[in-house]
């Protein structure tokens, strides 16, 4: 890189001595001399091809590495976020774990790549122009890089500035894209209420937010770059002025005056993407600290077993009680319940009495806070996690389909369902009549969280994913609660038949006299306070026996 301007340096120191020749010297030697320059010419022209070379190899190295890396975080980020637990969920919101597995992994992706791949080029060229410089003349080399150790001050400033800017930035962008996936989640609800026009503008708002910080970066770096240019030129100026008095000294030849000027040129773009560089270099530790943030967050459920131990169905809880953590709310106090192999219980009582959380922490979504819960007299962190979710069906109270075909989200956490044991299950769960009823059956998309299905359709399709795996123990939390009564009878019909031998657990709202149940337990605040046969809860006279008799007035539609 520094062989151009030597060979130019040579070229002109030849031109100028050949003007001192007389005329007819001149003309004599006008065909080397044109020879010579030609010469010159092919070689600056084999250097620039050797540069872009090397520079072409270095990209090739340093820009895939990047993009391999890049690829690397976000698969690491994506499995760690798989292993965190649910209150990090809770606590957390999705837009934020998107931005810092896309923007944020991008951000540091650019230091990985162009920052660095600049960086470097403008370390090995600042050396060598540096070198070659003062091995021509030391003093015309102070003069030229004089103004450098102001550009080394505004950088430290700037650099701190741009952090502090860039990290705010981040965190609104956060902020955008939690807004934003709320709303587009949520656009049911908002379109029903005739909110358009009132989150729209809570929207433009934080998109006001963004833009001003995003505008306080810009002006930073539209000002770092003049400042740049300031500092070079007056590098330029230097070289001319204090050359050129050594030429008219006598001291230096008119060619180092050129060389001079397209080494201090030669800096001009490293030096003016130092501002470029250390915003990249900023951000890129702003996002890589948010990125740290989660990924030193630890997975509160460890797999502490991967011994696989058959799964029989026997469930205890032992004084079992927990706090949510996030919320502080005590859901469970000194729970004891055994439930044999093979028995059906339902768990019923008032909104927030802790019914979900039982199903929660027999899936050990949460360990509790004090007491045991055992499968099969071995404690529940003993068994083989995956081993014990394969086991149990779970048809959660808030169903989630995925964007994805009917017939994949039936067969979703099974190995190789074929179509004939789907269409099986779909006629368990009674949805198959209408799936059939759809244009491409069950190859139907059912758009985001099952959006293009109805509330019932969806909780039958989750049943059918639910038992299609023939679990040991089967958890229905309230997943009958949107359809009619004909299809809540013919389903439990089957439920009587097709949970024979398997432990099930029915939490509801609802009295399903047409279930065999072994017992009912009824919660409150956490804690068991009835317990038995649907004849023994009805003589008690409680909770349960209030609960019978204001369903049999007013009976679900």
Do not use: C
Not at 82 to 87: E, I, S
């Amino acid at each position: 890189m520094i062989l151009q301007p030597q060979l130019i340096r040579d070229a002109l120191n030849m031109v100028v001595e050949d003007l001192k020749l007389s005329p007819e010297e001149l003309a004599a030697q006008d065909q080397s001399m044109t020879t010579s320059l030609m010469i010159f010419a092919a070689y600056v022209f084999g250097a620039a091809i050797l540069m872009g070379i090397f520079m072409f190899m270095m990209r090739q190295t340093i820009i895939v590495v990047s993009r391999l890396i890049e690829y690397d975080m976000r698969k690491d980020i994506y499995e760690h976020y798989q292993k965190l637990h649910l209150g990090f969920y809770r606590q957390n919101k999705t837009g934020d774990l998107m931005a810092r597995i896309t923007e944020d992994v991008s951000k540091v992706r650019m230091y990985l790549g162009p920052a660095l791949l600049y960086a470097i080029n403008i370390v090995s060229l600042f050396v060598m122009v540096t070198y070659a410089m003062f091995s021509v003349n030391t003093e015309l080399a102070i003069y030229s890089l004089l103004p450098l150790p102001i550009l080394s001050v505004s950088i430290y400033f700037v650099s701190a500035i741009i952090n502090k800017k860039s990290e705010l930035i981040q965190k609104q962008l956060s902020v955008l894209n939690s807004t934003s996936q709320e709303v587009f989640s949520g656009i049911r609800i908002v379109k029903s209420f005739v909110q358009e026009r009132q989150i729209g503008q809570r929207f433009a708002d934080q998109t006001e937010v963004y833009k001003e910080k995003s505008l306080g970066l810009a002006k930073i770096d539209a000002l770092f770059g003049p400042l740049m240019l300031l500092i070079i030129g007056a590098s330029t100026i230097l070289t001319i002025y204090f050359g050129g008095k050594q030429v008219i000294a006598g001291t230096l030849q008119a060619g180092n005056i050129a060389e001079f000027v397209i080494y201090v040129n030669m800096l001009t773009w490293p030096v003016t993407s130092i501002g470029w560089i250390a915003s990249l270099v900023q951000q890129a530790a702003v996002s890589q600290r948010r990125i740290n943030e989660f990924l030193d967050t630890k997975p509160e459920i460890i797999n502490h077993n991967h011994e696989v131990y058959p799964i029989n169905g026997h469930v205890v809880f032992d004084n079992v009680s927990f706090t949510y953590p996030d919320t502080g709310i005590k859901a469970i106090r000194n729970l004891n319940l055994n439930i044999q192999p093979g028995e059906r219980i339902a768990i019923v009582g008032r909104t927030g009495s802790g019914k979900t959380t039982i199903a929660d922490l027999l899936l050990r979504m949460y360990d509790p806070d004090s007491g045991s819960i055992l499968i099969d007299e071995k404690p529940l962190e003993k068994h083989n996690l995956a081993h014990l979710r394969e086991k149990i069906g779970y048809v959660p109270q808030d169903v989630f389909l995925f964007s994805d075909s009917i017939s994949n989200n039936i067969a979703f956490g099974t190995e190789g369902a074929d179509q004939e044991k789907i269409e099986k299950f779909s006629q368990h769960a009674l949805v198959y009549e209408d799936i059939i009823g759809f244009p491409k059956t069950f190859e139907t998309m059912v758009g985001e969280r099952g959006v293009t299905l109805s509330g019932g359709q969806k909780q039958r399709v989750s049943i059918a994913r639910a038992l299609i795996k023939d679990p040991e123990i089967v958890i229905l939390d309230d997943s009958l609660s949107a359809v009619d009564t004909t299809t809540e009878q013919m389903i439990l019909q089957y439920l009587n038949t097709a949970l024979k031998g398997k432990t099930a657990i029915i939490i509801t709202h609802r009295i399903y006299e047409s279930m065999d149940f072994d017992k009912i337990v009824v919660l409150e605040n956490g804690t068991i306070v009835e317990e038995g046969t649907h004849a023994e809860l009805l003589q008690n006279q409680g909770y349960y026996a209030r609960m019978f008799e204001q369903q049999k007035t007013h009976p679900a539609d």
